[in-house]
């Protein structure tokens, strides 16, 4: 049984239920596009999140791009994500290298530099892996070529005699069985010797009058080289005397700093060893100033450098340096205790005007682009003074545009003197 309203049936009545025709099985039914579900505000909210986040916070931003709730297509996504990096990395270089004198921010740039060096580090370090076993495999193959070129000529006609060989013997084999003529073993040719062509000159051997009228030539007598004097030993940085109380939590350059009694006096690597802390305010070196590799000197109050702290001719309290500071920043070597053994020499070597520039004196920041003329330039304040030596050539500083500071002059070029013409003989 069926129910028709306007001769189209809707409801069919089956033995046990009824039941209704599907709507696309209907006469007439038109397809219905699929709707698109309406962004709410919650995923307005996440796509500015994720976008904002990429910008400032990258990696955090890459873990909300790339998580499912984010209904993009992975194409748009990994094009996001690469254009986000390069903005992010592009700020955080331009942030690294603004002058600042806040303290935290010098840190954070510090931080920042240092990291770009691990990664830089670690590049230098994947590419040098890489390269040295994309040589190894090179060099072997190379080395089977040679072994191919060299030893295949030789190894192929071995082969050839081997196999030559081996028929004869499966031939006379086979002519013994059927009671043939056998082949007799080839004969080696003997070697043709080549008649030897005389000397186009005979060599003339001298006789004995000749020989017994040379008379031999005295050898002169070598001058006696004076031995150089050896070069005084530098006094290791872990053995210089610091300063410290009995319980004590800083060690110090003097004894009388920050009024301080009964300073009992110790080496340097003892009281890191304890734990002591370096005071801020004496100026003596940290911890860290154990591990450098360079050779150091130490530099008193007349900037002059010294191989130890005990030198007669010290002045002042003593500072550590490199022997290479100490180069491009124009001190001079104390003669009384054999500091002038130790002087740095540049992989380069110095025109007059680099020589010059090492007693010019400039002013920037550690993490400044540019040398100044002086230290209160624009907005910059407290810059240390350096050498326009150490500043070009040591930091690869630039010349600030403002100030105008001094720059190495550029030596002329020196052009040959045109040689005298020949006089004409007559």
């Known amino acids: 049984m069926q129910i028709t309203i306007q001769d189209k049936a809707i409801l069919f009545r089956g033995r046990k239920h009824d039941y209704m025709i599907r709507s696309e099985m209907r006469p007439g039914y038109r397809v219905q596009p699929p709707r698109k579900p309406k962004k709410s505000g919650k995923d307005r909210a996440y796509i500015a999140a994720t976008i904002v986040l990429l910008l400032l916070v990258y990696p955090i931003g890459l873990v909300l791009l790339w998580l499912r709730r984010l209904k993009w297509h992975m194409l748009v996504k990994l094009l996001v994500s690469v254009a986000a990096g390069a903005v992010f990395f592009l700020w955080l270089s331009m942030a690294a290298t603004v002058e600042t004198e806040n303290p935290a921010l010098v840190s954070v740039q510090e931080g920042i530099r240092t990291g770009y060096e691990a990664v830089g580090n670690a590049a230098d370090a994947v590419g040098g892996w890489f390269a040295s076993g994309w040589n190894a495999t090179v060099a072997e193959a190379n080395r089977n070529l040679t072994i191919v070129r060299t030893e295949g000529p030789g ?6 005699h081997a196999v030559g060989d081996a028929a ?8 013994d069985l059927l009671h043939a003529p056998a082949l007799d073993v080839p004969a080696t ?44 030993t530098l006094q290791p940085v872990g053995r210089v005397t610091v300063y410290s109380t009995e319980n004590g939590t800083y060690y110090h350059m003097n004894n009388t700093c920050r009024n301080m009694e009964g ?31 360079e050779p150091l000197v ?42 002038d053994h130790y002087v740095y020499e540049p992989e380069e070597p110095f025109t007059p ?26 907005s910059m304040t407290g810059a240390d003074p350096h050498s326009l030596a150490e500043a070009v050539l040591l930091d690869e500083k630039e010349r600030c545009p403002s ?5 190495i002059a550029e030596e002329a070029p020196q052009t040959a003197s045109p040689e005298p013409a020949a006089e004409s003989e007559p």
């Open 403 to 407: 100030c105008r500071p001094p720059q």
């Open 155 to 160: 190894a192929l006609e071995n082969a050839l």
């Open 168 to 175: 004869w013997s499966a031939y006379n084999w086979a002519a």
């Open 263 to 293: 300073g009992i006096p110790g080496t340097l690597e003892d009281a890191i060893a304890a734990g002591l802390q370096p005071c801020s305010r004496c100026g003596v070196p940290r911890a860290s100033i154990l591990n450098e590799e």
């Open 298 to 339: 130490y530099l008193d109050e007349e900037m002059i450098y010294h191989t130890s702290v005990n030198c007669a001719n010290f002045t002042g309290a003593w500072t550590p340096q490199t022997l290479m500071l100490t180069f491009y920043r124009g001190y001079a070597a104390c003669p009384v205790c054999g500091a």
């Open 353 to 378: 005007a680099m020589d010059a520039a090492r007693n010019i004196t400039v002013y920037y920041h550690d993490n400044s682009t540019y040398y100044h003329a002086e230290s209160s330039c624009g």
């Open 189 to 232: 040719p003997e070697p043709i010797e080549e008649p030897t062509a005389p000397p186009l000159f005979a060599t003339a051997t001298p006789g004995p009058s000749l020989a017994a009228s040379a008379s031999p030539t005295p050898s002169p007598t070598p001058a006696p080289t004076p031995s150089p004097t050896p070069a005084p």
